[in-house]
């Protein structure tokens, strides 16, 4: 610490206050997010409910925040070093040594309609996530009163909020549309048996939540509008039928972009990177770099499942890769 | 737009979407945070509540949101050509003819006592502000039970809502101090004789707010612990008696910036610019930079008044300036 900065407390009096500044403490990550001490509240309550609105055109988009899951660095990125990867976490002020993946789905209203896309962790998550439910209402909707469930692709943090564990099904009267690419990868008993121990989970989580309901899900293609305003964009390569949207209203736009990046702070700005998750890395890579590159010229507003909530912002192409600019929060709609 | 990006959304049937992402309509700014559309909200309901808790050691903070006013850019940088504000406010992806200036009060809870850090613009702020009691009673506050109030600086939007344009008295039971250099130069009389028309508003805002209670306001000095983990320090140029603050509890550590600048996405990326409300440009500038420099180095959390709600995060080095980070949004405290 320069004199130059400690002199900006003053001298005498605020000497104290400059020495604390200085020290190792002072230097902080947000090292609280990632450390799931959900129990604790203040004496006045807890947290502000995970729920946010915006309008595209028309329509009311609801983002609902179902926690986060703590997840450790190492191993996280298949194709940078490990000092690269804490690098940008830093660089983000998260944690390093783990870092939290928030998990944000959409709730759009259309014409008295309600379309859920994507459900969130259910009762399966971990302990940090689970909230969904609770912002859901908290934002004024009622689960037997959504007309429309619109799966983006079949990994667990996505479509376990469907179902819970003891089999209900959560939203009991919406009809469930999931992309077809994905139903027949993930339906295909020949190979879930072929398939390594380590995915296997994968295809019973699609068993467990799809199965009770099989001959009434709607398979959508990529390519079309599958709801007023909401049209399917293939960008495959993390799931074989992975699925963007956009959803369209008037003049209002929003590229709904999934999972075409986990955490934005590492593949937004490194979009060369692979997460763990990235099924066909290759095929992942390239459609995570066309999205980019097409959201960012357009200046379009897009939502990221794994983005901090309230997970919507824009794209600035920056060096090699690019920056996520969250919205500025409003109160007004 | 490029053949590269259109094909993202792939031949055929994704071609009528692809057109309409290519339209001018998909470039699009946070229009809608501009225009002060309050009254719409969705079939369900309004925004979420603009609270959100973080801890500071021991102590619990809450961000209280007041809105928003809608400021024209032309005439707003005294030092700054209109296309580079404007450019500036772009990559932001905020409007670029006006832009919405947020309001975000602190409230520190500490061993059963609550410390109001200003207070927003009470009933005296354009319609697009007031937001700041419902938001701050859904967090579960009583204004009856505010044990202190601690003010910045005496410019109205931080002190109007310490009493209604009817008189009464918000917070009837705590102690409201404030920096004696502030006291000193807003209620001299004599000064205010003195001062140009366009200066006399901000002496009779301090007198309305003031007047009544005048022998019970606790003047404090800078550099001083003037509230239990609660350190003033002098940042003046912006006002003469301006006052940032340094929260600490254990290892926990806040800066509280107040209004060292005005809207992030204008002053932390361009700390020699200066707005208009600053009283002393040169010395708020030096001021800014110091306090800055310092943040950065140090990694140190931040809280800004007017940024956007929850208004607290990192300052990285970048370029010739700075870049605020907002923390990461988390449901666990």
Same mark, same amino acid.
């Given at each position: 610490?320069?004199?130059?900065?400690?002199?900006?407390?003053?001298?005498?009096?605020?000497?104290?206050?400059?020495?604390?500044?200085?020290?190792?403490?002072?230097?902080?990550?947000?090292?609280?997010?990632?450390?799931?001490?959900?129990?604790?509240?203040?004496?006045?309550?807890?947290?502000?409910?995970?729920?946010?609105?915006?309008?595209?055109?028309?329509?009311?988009?609801?983002?609902?925040?179902?926690?986060?899951?703590?997840?450790?660095?190492?191993?996280?990125?298949?194709?940078?070093?490990?000092?690269?990867?804490?690098?940008?976490?830093?660089?983000?002020?998260?944690?390093?040594?783990?870092?939290?993946?928030?998990?944000?789905?959409?709730?759009?209203?259309?014409?008295?309609?309600?379309?859920?896309?994507?459900?969130?962790?259910?009762?399966?998550?971990?302990?940090?996530?689970?909230?969904?439910?609770?912002?859901?209402?908290?934002?004024?909707?009622?689960?037997?009163?959504?007309?429309?469930?619109?799966?983006?692709?079949?990994?667990?943090?996505?479509?376990?909020?469907?179902?819970?564990?003891?089999?209900?099904?959560?939203?009991?009267?919406?009809?469930?549309?999931?992309?077809?690419?994905?139903?027949?990868?993930?339906?295909?008993?020949?190979? @879930?048996?072929? &398939?390594?121990? =380590?995915?296997?989970?994968?295809?019973?989580?699609?068993?467990?939540?799809? *199965?009770? #309901? !099989? %001959?009434?899900?709607?398979?959508?293609?990529?390519?079309?509008?599958?709801?007023?305003?909401?049209?399917?964009?293939?960008?495959?390569?993390?799931?074989?039928?992975?699925?963007?949207?956009?959803?369209?209203?008037?003049?209002?736009?929003?590229?709904?972009?999934?999972?075409?990046?986990?955490?934005?702070?590492?593949?937004?700005?490194?979009?060369?990177?692979?997460?763990?998750?990235?099924?066909?890395?290759?095929?992942?890579?390239?459609?995570?770099?066309?999205?980019?590159? @097409?959201?960012? &010229?357009?200046? =379009?507003?897009?939502?990221?499942?794994?983005?901090?909530?309230?997970?919507? *912002?824009? #794209? !600035? %192409?920056?060096?090699?890769?690019?920056?996520?600019?969250?919205?500025?929060?409003?109160?007004?709609?």
């Amino acid at each position: 610490m320069t004199t130059t900065r400690r002199s900006v407390l003053a001298a005498g009096p605020a000497l104290a206050a400059a020495a604390a500044i200085g020290s190792p403490a002072f230097a902080q990550t947000q090292s609280a997010a990632g450390q799931g001490t959900a129990g604790q509240s203040a004496a006045s309550g807890g947290q502000a409910p995970g729920f946010y609105r915006y309008k595209v055109g028309d329509m009311t988009v609801t983002a609902v925040n179902d926690g986060f899951a703590s997840r450790p660095t190492e191993g996280f990125v298949r194709n940078a070093e490990l000092p690269q990867v804490q690098q940008a976490l830093r660089e983000a002020f998260l944690p390093t040594n783990q870092f939290p993946i928030p998990y944000n789905t959409l709730v759009i209203e259309n014409g008295g309609r309600v379309t859920l896309i994507d459900t969130g962790n259910g009762d399966s998550g971990a302990p940090t996530t689970g909230h969904w439910m609770r912002n859901f209402r908290a934002a004024g909707f009622d689960p037997a009163r959504v007309d429309a469930v619109i799966i983006s692709h079949f990994h667990g943090d996505h479509i376990n909020g469907l179902r819970l564990k003891d089999g209900t099904a959560v939203f009991p009267n919406a009809e469930v549309m999931v992309p077809s690419a994905e139903w027949a990868f993930w339906m295909d008993d020949a190979r @879930m048996n072929q &398939a390594p121990e =380590a995915m296997r989970g994968g295809f019973q989580t699609a068993r467990r939540v799809f *199965g009770p #309901i !099989a %001959k009434d899900v709607k398979q959508y293609e990529h390519g079309k509008e599958i709801a007023p305003g909401i049209t399917s964009v293939a960008a495959t390569g993390h799931t074989p039928g992975h699925t963007a949207f956009m959803v369209s209203s008037g003049n209002g736009k929003l590229m709904v972009m999934s999972d075409i990046t986990n955490h934005p702070a590492l593949f937004v700005r490194n979009p060369d990177w692979s997460a763990v998750f990235d099924m066909d890395a290759d095929q992942a890579r390239a459609t995570r770099h066309r999205m980019l590159d @097409m959201v960012a &010229a357009e200046r =379009a507003q897009v939502a990221f499942y794994h983005a901090p909530f309230p997970a919507t *912002g824009f #794209i !600035a %192409k920056e060096g090699n890769g690019y920056r996520m600019v969250p919205v500025q929060w409003t109160p007004a709609l």
